[in-house]
C-alpha cells in the first residue's frame, strides 16, 4: 500500500546531531562527579566558601531556571488548552455552517 | 571465554563501552523523538535524558534485546508527555528530518509534508505509528512499549492512516488549486 | 436530528469585545473522571488560574516568544480549565457526565451555541454574561469518540479564540468544505 511505504520513508531513522554521543558521556560524567565530590585539605575554608557561594548560585541560577521551566511548561499547557477550545468552538461553527448551506 | 559485551562493561563503569551503547542507539532514540515531536531542540533534549536515565540504570539491563526494547519504552513514554503539552509548537518544514541514505531518490517534499501531518495526530496515535513504520514493530511490540491493548494499537493505527490518508488527500487539491 | 439555535446571537455574540475586570466564573469539572480517565484512551486535564497562568501568559508575551498574541489573550484570564477524554469505541462514555457539568451552569449563565452535526458531534457554548461582558465561557462538545468540557474564566473573545484556527495545524474552514459535507 503506497501510503505505507511513504510512512516508512518519511520516518526512516535520522542521523543524530553531530556530537551528541559526547554531549551524552559527558553530561553522565558531570552527574557522577556533583554525585560523588568530597573536599579536603588545607585549602578545607577556601572550599567551603566557593561550595557556599556555589550552592548560593546554584540555588539562586537553579530556582531561576525552575520557575522558567514551569512558566513554559504552565504556557504549553495554556496554548494546548486554548487549541482545544478553538478547535471545539471551530466544530460549532462548521456544523452551523454546513446547516446553513443546506 | 566470554567477551564481555559493551553492556556488561558499561555497567561496570566503562565510559568508553557506554560511549559504544550511545552510539549504537542514538539514531533509533533520537529518530523516535524526533518523528514524534517535530522539534530537533526538544527531540535532542529528550533523547539525551533517556540515555542518562539509561545510565543510572544499567544494572538493571539484562541483554542487548531488553536494553533495546528499554529504550524505545522509555523513549516513546517521554515523547507521549512532551508531545502533549507541547502540541502549540509548529515547526517550519526544513526543521523536520528528512532522512535516507545520500545516494537514494526519495521525494522530500512528499516526506515533509507526510512527517508534518503525522505531527497532527494525537501523541500515542503519532507513536504507534513511528514504532510501526520507523522500527518495524509488531503489534503486540508496540503494544508492551505503550502498555496498551493490542486492540487499542489496531485502533490508533487504523484510525492514524485514516486520517493521513484524508489529510493527504486535502494537501493534495490544496496544492492543485 | 438536526438543531440550529440563534445563528444571528452567536455572530453577534462572536463579535463582542470585551474589557477587563470580570467576576470568577468557574464551573467545577469535579465529575467522577477517574471513571472517564480509566475508559479514555487519551485523556487532557489541565488547570491554570493564579499564578501559574499568570507565569504562563508573561513568558508567552516575551519578546522572543512564538505566541505574544496568545500572551496578550492569557494575561486578560483568570482560569482555564480544560477535561477531554478520547475513547478508542463510539459511545464508550457515560452521558451522565455531560448531565453532571451541566447542572453546574447555573443562573446567569445562557447557551449560545447548541449544534449537532451529521456526524453526531453536539457543541455546545454557554456564556455568563454581565451587561454586555463576557466574564465566562464554558463549552461542552459530546463526540462519539470523545468527550471535552472546558470552562474560561475572564473577558475571553470568542472571536479573537476561534480566531486561533488556522495556527496549531486546524485547518480553517471553508465554504467549499462545508459544502462537500
Known amino acids: 500500500m503506497t501510503i505505507e511505504r511513504e510512512l516508512r520513508e518519511a520516518l526512516r531513522r535520522p542521523e543524530a546531531p553531530p556530537g551528541f554521543a559526547s554531549r551524552v558521556v559527558a553530561r553522565a560524567r558531570a552527574g557522577e562527579r556533583g554525585e560523588g565530590g568530597r573536599g579536603r585539605g588545607n585549602a578545607a575554608r577556601a572550599l567551603a566558601a566557593g561550595v557556599l557561594l556555589a550552592l548560593t548560585l546554584g540555588v539562586v541560577g537553579g530556582y531561576r531556571w525552575e520557575r522558567r521551566r514551569t512558566a513554559e511548561r504552565a504556557a504549553e499547557s495554556a496554548v494546548t488548552a486554548l487549541r482545544i477550545a478553538s478547535e471545539k468552538l471551530n466544530l460549532a461553527r462548521q456544523n452551523i455552517h454546513n446547516h446553513a448551506a443546506e | 571465554m566470554v567477551i564481555p559485551s559493551a553492556l556488561s562493561r558499561a555497567g561496570e563503569g566503562d565510559e568508553a563501552a557506554f560511549a559504544r551503547l550511545v552510539v549504537e542507539h542514538e539514531r533509533m532514540v533520537y529518530g523516535i523523538a524526533l518523528h514524534s515531536l517535530h522539534d530537533r531542540e526538544t527531540a535532542e533534549e529528550l533523547s539525551q535524558e533517556v540515555f542518562l536515565q539509561l545510565y543510572r540504570s544499567l544494572d538493571a539491563i539484562e541483554s542487548p534485546e531488553h536494553l533495546v526494547n528499554w529504550l524505545r519504552r522509555v523513549t516513546a513514554n517521554r515523547c507521549i508527555d512532551v508531545a502533549r503539552r507541547r502540541r502549540f509548537r509548529l515547526v517550519p518544514l526544513e526543521d523536520v528530518a528528512v532522512a535516507g541514505d545520500a545516494g537514494e531518490w526519495r521525494d522530500p517534499i512528499a516526506a515533509r509534508t507526510l512527517a508534518r501531518l503525522i505531527g497532527r495526530l494525537p501523541a500515542r496515535q503519532r507513536l504507534v505509528i513511528v514504532l510501526r513504520y520507523q522500527e518495524e514493530l509488531e503489534l503486540g511490540e508496540i503494544a508492551a512499549t505503550l502498555s496498551m491493548s493490542v486492540n487499542t494499537v489496531k485502533s490508533h493505527l487504523r484510525r492514524g492512516i485514516e486520517k493521513l490518508r484524508r489529510w493527504l488527500g486535502e494537501s493534495a487539491e490544496r496544492s492543485d488549486s | ?181
Open chain 3, 1 to 181: 436530528m438536526k438543531r440550529i439555535l440563534l445563528p444571528m446571537l452567536v455572530a453577534a455574540t462572536l463579535s463582542v469585545l470585551v474589557p477587563a475586570g470580570v467576576r470568577a466564573q468557574k464551573i467545577s469539572f469535579d465529575l467522577d473522571t477517574t471513571t472517564l480517565a480509566a475508559k479514555a484512551i487519551e485523556t487532557v486535564e489541565i488547570t491554570l488560574d493564579g499564578e501559574l497562568l499568570r507565569l504562563a501568559g508573561r513568558f508567552l508575551a516575551t519578546a522572543d516568544a512564538d505566541e505574544p498574541e496568545l500572551g496578550r489573550l492569557l494575561r486578560r484570564l483568570e482560569g482555564i480549565y480544560v477535561r477531554s477524554y478520547t475513547f478508542d469505541s463510539d459511545g464508550a462514555y457515560d452521558s451522565r457526565a455531560i448531565a453532571a457539568v451541566r447542572a453546574r451552569i447555573g443562573a446567569g449563565w445562557q447557551k449560545i451555541v447548541n449544534v449537532r452535526s451529521a456526524d453526531s458531534d453536539d457543541v455546545e457554548v454557554y456564556t455568563k454574561l454581565a451587561g454586555d461582558r463576557v466574564e465566562g465561557v464554558v463549552i461542552i462538545a459530546a463526540q462519539p469518540r470523545q468527550l471535552t468540557f472546558i470552562n474560561i474564566v475572564g473577558p475571553v473573545d470568542l472571536a479573537e479564540l476561534s480566531l486561533l484556527e488556522g495556527q496549531f495545524a486546524i485547518p480553517r474552514i471553508s465554504k467549499k468544505d462545508a459544502k462537500e459535507k
